[in-house]
């Protein structure tokens, strides 16, 4: 499915429960009243579908890319803070009892304990679960802890919110509304249980156990996986996996990274992990024969489908270099007749990883490599400072590199710089890939 018809299901679901209370074709009431209800009604269908937006459902991250995904589900649940915080203060309709010939309730609102408690409590776990994930970095909760009560959180939210539909809801009364919401939750639910318990178990029966573990520069370890079962395990170059090391199937204990190997090198997989929090600070103490899980792969970081690409231009910032470094070590594979260029920024020379090969796909495959340190030692003589404006129009600005694809990985602040630059020289914004390995 095109990226584009994905937005258009986005908004089919989220409207689908407002389109079923218009078709109900009740007895209007005051357009606040009717306004609280929308509010109420969209921002609970979308809250429900933020459980498909969890980046790990294939058919999505190959197409969008999972660091899209994580910022739309990001966005869309303060999207959805706002409607709900708004919802019950448009009310303007008395709390009295019905009165007899108002049974689609067209004149009061609903205000009985039974239908506002598990509203008050959906209003207070969404603000709560909003704000954990917005300060997840600063309130010192480890982040596998944080994911688990973000999850657990969440579930409780969705299931509260839809009991005061239910129960509260003039709209959701109607059994077909009713049952949307039921269905909507089943599948949110679902969704967790798939990825937490059911994809785990079936990934069970494909062990993985480390291979090799090699500093390969400052705070910087190449890992090698080999598989411990039969068939293979498919990937496009520049892709990415959630990586298990050393724990249970079922562990939270997983981050994501970049799959630094070229899938026609053969069945092992080899990834590139910098030194950055408490997993990956241990990274360098693990044995060989650990067992390990992997999930995915993931991602839309690929040349997949752009075969019109006349040349491909690769620009990593630190260990961002890993995607890119799957992706040309795949053309030096296969051959790819097109030119290629690797801008590789670093702080210093310490952090350039894998300098040997990078010279030998340099002379073999024709790779133009270009290091650029902000930090040069004295004897430097490569470009210096940031990836900026200049050096690629210096690279790029060129009738001959026309019509090229321009791969980026690297820090958030670097991708944006390098995007407006790119866009600045004419390059199509449908012609640059990137993705950063942070959600925000
Ligand atoms: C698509 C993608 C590809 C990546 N590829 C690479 C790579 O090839 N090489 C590399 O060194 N790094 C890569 N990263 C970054 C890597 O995932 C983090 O550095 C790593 O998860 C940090 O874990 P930690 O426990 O050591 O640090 P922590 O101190 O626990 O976390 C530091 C920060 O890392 C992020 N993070 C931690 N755990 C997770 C998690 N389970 N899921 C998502 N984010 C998390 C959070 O932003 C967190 O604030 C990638 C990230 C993404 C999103």
Not at 102 to 115: F, H, I, P
Not at 195 to 220: H, K
Request: contains cysteine; aromatic residues 10%; proline residues 6%.
């Amino acid at each position: 499915m095109p990226a584009g018809l994905l937005f258009f299901a986005y908004l089919a679901i989220v409207l689908a429960p407002l389109g079923a209370a218009w078709a109900q074709g009740l007895a209007p009431r005051t357009p606040w009243d009717e306004l609280a209800s929308g509010l109420g009604l969209l921002a609970l269908a979308m809250i429900l579908v933020e459980f498909l937006q969890l980046g790990r459902f294939r058919a999505v991250t190959a197409r969008v890319g999972s660091d899209v995904i994580m910022r739309s589900h990001q966005l869309l649940a303060r999207a959805a803070l706002v409607f709900a915080v708004l919802h019950p203060f448009f009310y303007v309709s008395p709390r009295d009892a019905a009165p007899a010939w108002d049974a689609s309730r067209q004149t009061v609102v609903d205000y009985s304990w039974e239908g506002l408690w598990p509203g008050i409590a959906a209003w207070l776990l969404l603000g709560g679960v909003v704000a954990m994930a917005i300060g997840r970095d600063v309130c010192g909760v480890r982040y596998q802890h944080w994911r688990l009560l973000h999850g657990l959180g969440a579930a409780v939210l969705a299931g509260v919110g839809v009991l005061h539909a239910l129960r509260a809801g003039r709209y959701s009364a109607d059994p077909v509304l009713g049952w949307m919401w039921v269905a909507m939750l089943a599948i949110a639910l679902g969704a967790l249980l798939w990825v937490y318990v059911a994809a785990p178990l079936l990934r069970s029966r494909r062990p993985w156990r480390v291979a090799d573990v090699t500093r390969v520069a400052e705070r910087t370890w190449s890992v090698t996986l080999a598989p411990q079962f039969k068939g293979p395990f498919r990937y496009r170059a520049g892709q990415f996996a959630w990586l298990n090391i050393g724990h249970s199937v079922f562990s939270l204990d997983e981050n994501p990274f970049s799959i630094a190997s070229a899938p026609s090198a053969g069945n092992r997989l080899e990834f590139l992990i910098k030194e950055l929090g408490d997993s990956t600070a241990q990274i360098g103490n693990v044995a060989n024969g650990t067992r390990a899980w992997v999930e995915g792969p993931h991602g839309h970081l690929t040349l997949g489908g752009r075969d019109d690409a006349r040349g491909i231009a690769l620009i990593a910032g630190g260990v961002g270099v890993a995607p890119l470094l799957g992706i040309l070590r795949e053309l030096a594979a296969t051959e790819d007749p097109r030119p290629t260029v690797l801008i590789y920024g670093n702080r210093h020379a310490g952090q350039i990883a894998y300098a040997d090969e990078l010279e030998t796909l340099s002379q073999h495959h024709g790779t133009e490599v270009v290091h650029v340190l902000s930090e040069p030692p004295a004897d430097w003589t490569g470009p210096t400072g940031m990836i900026d404006a200049a050096l690629l129009r210096a690279h790029f600005d060129r009738p001959e590199r026309h019509g090229w694809l321009y791969v980026l990985c690297g820090p958030p602040p670097m991708l944006r710089n390098v995007e407006d630059s790119l866009i600045a020289l004419g390059v199509p914004a449908a012609n640059i890939l990137s993705e950063q390995f942070v959600y925000y």
